[in-house]
T-cell receptor
Framework: AQSVTQLDSQVPVFEEAPVELRCNYS??????LFWYVQYPNQGLQLLLK??????LVKGINGFEAEFNKSQTSFHLRKPSVHISDTAEYFC????????????FGTGTQLKVEL | NAGVTQTPKFQVLKTGQSMTLQCAQD?????MYWYRQDPGMGLRLIYY???????DKGEVPNGYNVSRLNKREFSLRLESAAPSQTSVYFC???????????FGNGTRLTVT
């Protein structure tokens, strides 16, 4: 079994500023890692995923995340945010042999202000 | 391409009533899932179906039943609703075990 911790429940940031949303995981086995975004009154959409290979993963809307095995982290970053990035962001993990049974973090609400 | 469609969008039940949440996907995906989302708790897996004809319990299955009617449809049933089941329910599907999930827009359920 694995667990996912998102350390910040809310992150306020000004438009055009950089942002980092933190995610740590714990697992006794190898994991796949994902970031999803949820806009108000919608389902979750995939931002990016790490399955294997390069530890720096680029996703949609200019987001990227870096897998750090030694620190068991998968932080999400964007160099310059836009108002439209205001949403809730979820980190998720599943074991590589776990049949896509994702474990989600509790979410981080990103609020971009003018 | 509609993706994952959930019905209804909203529902209010009285304690003890039953209802079925419907989910259908048109992407020919093998796996389907039901999650509930509660404030401060993220999404928790209720049941999943790895392939047509199979279903398995997730993290919080108590009080729910599921049916994988065919490859397209995966329904979630509450036999006797309780206030603790007030939540937003999401259905999702994926092509296979390593593929990302595609989510519906959710069903907001209130049990009074």
């Amino acid at each position: 079994a694995q667990s996912v911790t998102q350390l910040d429940s809310q992150v306020p940031v000004f438009e055009e500023a950089p942002v980092e949303l933190r995610c740590n995981y714990s697992s006794s086995v190898s994991v796949y890692l994902f970031w999803y975004v949820q806009y108000p009154n919608q389902g979750l959409q995939l931002l990016l995923k790490y399955l294997s290979g390069s530890t720096l993963v680029k996703g949609i809307n200019g987001f990227e995340a870096e897998f750090n095995k030694s620190q068991t982290s998968f932080h999400l970053r964007k160099p310059s945010v836009h108002i439209s990035d205001t949403a809730e962001y979820f980190c998720a993990a599943c074991s590589t042999g776990g049949g896509n049974k994702l474990t989600f973090g509790t979410g981080t609400q990103l609020k971009v202000e003018l | 391409n509609a993706g994952v469609t959930q019905t209804p969008k909203f529902q209010v039940l009285k304690t003890g009533q039953s209802m079925t949440l419907q989910c259908a996907q048109d992407m020919n995906h093998n796996s389907m899932y039901w999650y509930r989302q509660d404030p401060g708790m993220g999404l928790r897996l209720i049941y999943y179906s790895a392939s047509e004809g199979t279903t398995d319990k997730g993290e919080v299955p108590n009080g729910y039943n599921v049916s994988r009617l065919n490859k397209r449809e995966f329904s979630l049933r509450l036999e006797s609703a309780a206030p603790s089941q007030t939540s937003v329910y999401f259905c999702a599907s994926s092509e296979d075990r390593n593929s990302p999930l595609h989510f519906g827009n959710g069903t907001r359920l209130t049990v009074t």
